[in-house]
């Protein structure tokens, strides 16, 4: 590859990183006042936490890797071909990481129904059950150089985003389904309602161009696919963070919205030690959400 090339892998690598860590900046206040506070039995502060400092991490040490292999220091290729096979790792956990915050929402509206929980555990392990088999089949030979690692992508990434996909597509579909269910109630217009479909169509677009494009590079073995797996892991961590901070925030920015009493609908929280607050309909509309 001419080194003009790997010179502009390096510089969209190197832009994404700088896209998260800007991303992180302006955010912190929010941060700090809606996720520091919380206590430490909050499960969605250490799912913030999570996802926005592991897709840092993983950032960081990318970057150094490939510093120090541009700069020609001594390095271990069975590791390096290690790192390697665990990129779709990575990228797969911080998926599902947000995917679980977006299954929380739904798992809400729908009243905490039981097979919509067990239909997402089934989407989770189905999703993580791909990626070990991509990682399996797709195992770097003894051609594996250092070169490997700064211009190419692990091919299991495919795997990876079929199952990704298939979850995105069925999290949007039984929101929109539930959203109808709100427009004929009648309170499609309460904001906590608008704010899932919302944010949760936007989460849809954003997670689903980003994955199809990493899978769409990966597959045809692009030689520009490096950086598009930079930009996945932050854009998946921003979109992951930003769900979690227009929740939290979203009782800061409105009052309380009644609307008649068929069709109540309150803040309250999912489970008392995890304080998620998310919609429960009030008794008298709960057929339909069964």
């Given at each position: 590859m001419?080194?003009?090339?790997?010179l502009f892998i390096s510089s969209g690598q190197g832009a994404s990183l700088a896209f998260l860590v800007y991303e992180i900046l302006i955010t912190l206040d929010d941060e700090v006042n809606a996720i520091w506070s919380k206590p430490r039995g909050s499960w969605i502060k250490w799912q913030f936490l999570f996802t926005r400092y592991f897709a840092l991490a993983a950032q960081l040490t990318n970057r150094a890797i490939e510093s120090s292999i541009t700069s020609h220091m001594t390095m271990v290729t069975i590791a390096l071909r290690n790192w390697y096979m665990c990129q779709v790792i990575v990228g797969s956990i911080l998926m599902s990481a947000v995917e679980i915050v977006l299954m929380a929402r739904v798992y809400a509206l729908y009243n905490k129904n039981i097979w919509v929980g067990l239909g997402f555990i089934a989407l989770i392990i189905g999703e993580l059950t791909t990626v070990v088999?991509?990682?399996?089949?797709?195992?770097?030979?003894?051609?594996?150089?250092?070169?490997?690692?700064?211009?190419?992508?692990?091919?299991?990434?495919?795997?990876?985003?079929?199952?990704a996909i298939i979850s995105q597509i069925t999290i949007l579909g039984l929101t929109l389904m539930k959203y109808r269910t709100a427009v004929r109630g009648g309170w499609e217009k309460v904001p906590i309602m608008m704010l899932m479909v919302r944010d949760g169509t936007v989460a849809f677009f954003i997670l689903l161009i980003a994955t199809t494009?990493?899978?769409?590079?990966?597959?045809?073995?692009?030689?520009?696919?490096?950086?598009?797996?930079?930009?996945?892991?932050?854009?998946?961590?921003?979109?992951?963070?930003?769900?979690?901070?227009?929740?939290?925030?979203?009782?800061?920015?409105?009052?309380?919205?009644?609307?008649?009493?068929?069709?109540?609908?309150?803040?309250?929280?999912?489970?008392?030690?995890?304080?998620?607050?998310?919609?429960?309909?009030?008794?008298?509309?709960?057929?339909?959400?069964?």
């Open positions: 001419p080194v003009h090339s790997l088999i991509g990682v399996v089949m797709n195992i770097p030979g003894d051609d594996f150089g250092l070169e490997s690692l700064l211009l190419t992508s692990p091919i299991s990434y495919t795997y990876f985003g079929i199952g494009m990493t899978v769409v590079a990966t597959s045809t073995q692009n030689e520009y696919a490096p950086i598009g797996n930079s930009w996945f892991l932050s854009i998946v961590a921003c979109a992951g963070c930003r769900l979690i901070i227009n929740m939290q925030n979203l009782p800061n920015r409105t009052e309380t919205s009644t609307t008649s009493s068929a069709t109540a609908i309150q803040l309250t929280t999912l489970w008392n030690d995890f304080d998620l607050e998310v919609i429960q309909v009030s008794e008298r509309c709960a057929e339909d959400y069964a």
